[in-house]
């Protein structure tokens, strides 16, 4: 695989490669990547622990964000998910400093701990697309205020939004049939939540240490 220079802080990534290696940036002192649309594949870890990584514009014709590929990049706050992109792999931009997050309407599954730990992000678009969403997804985004849950998710999953302290508000769609264990568990802020006509079961811890909760509005012949 082809070694890539890094300068000023800068990545060098010849407009024609097609692919960027497993781990072909680890723990390097890159600040900046415009990636060329010439590349269609990105590999596992690819980014992981770039800790001084600040910006990325990812190419067109990508299609998947893979495993950890910007895991632990604390410095990254800005990032271009391009149209095109089917999935956010697990641990994605697990422990990374972005605010804002719009995923665009091509992605259909965000992975186990894509944004985990995003201790700055603050709000989250998340389109219809989107059919799965992983567990742990959004877990410890303590500054997370607002979320935009797809119209079609079945299953809001164990662990998605824990302790994400700053979260206010959730409208979960009429489509949720099911939310699973420690699914909102400390979100301190959350003041009122409704349920879906449609929910069939709901785990009996999903507001454990939910200090702020109001009311909460139950259908009638939902599971615990």
Do not use: W
């Not at 990534?13 to 594949?41: C, W």
């Not at 849950?149 to 302790?163: A, E, M, Q, S, V």
């Amino acid at each position: 695989m082809a070694q890539f220079e890094i300068k000023d802080g800068i990545a060098i990534i010849p407009e024609g490669t097609t692919e960027i290696g497993v781990r072909a940036f680890e723990n390097s002192d890159v600040r900046h990547v415009v990636i060329p649309d010439s590349v269609k594949q990105i590999d596992n870890l690819a980014f992981y622990r770039c800790k001084s990584l600040e910006s990325v514009t990812l190419p067109k014709g990508l299609k998947t964000i893979p495993y950890s590929c910007f895991d632990c990049c604390e410095s990254l706050k800005e990032v271009v998910i391009p149209e095109g992109i089917t999935k956010i792999e697990e641990n994605a931009f697990l422990g990374c400093d972005l605010k804002h997050v719009i995923i665009p309407d091509s992605v259909k599954v965000i992975g186990h701990s894509a944004f985990r730990s995003c201790k700055s992000l603050e709000s989250v678009i998340i389109p219809d697309s989107v059919k799965k969403i992983g567990d742990e997804a959004f877990e410890h985004c303590k500054s997370l205020e607002s979320v935009t849950l797809p119209k079609g998710l079945k299953t809001i999953p164990y662990f998605c939004f824990l302790r994400c302290e700053s979260l206010k508000e959730i409208v979960i769609p009429e489509s949720v049939t099911s939310i699973e264990r420690c699914a909102f568990c400390g979100c301190t802020s959350l003041t009122n939540i409704k349920f879906p006509e449609n929910l069939l079961s709901i785990d009996s811890t999903i507001f454990e240490e939910c200090n702020s909760l109001q009311s909460i509005v139950i259908p009638k012949g939902t599971r615990a």
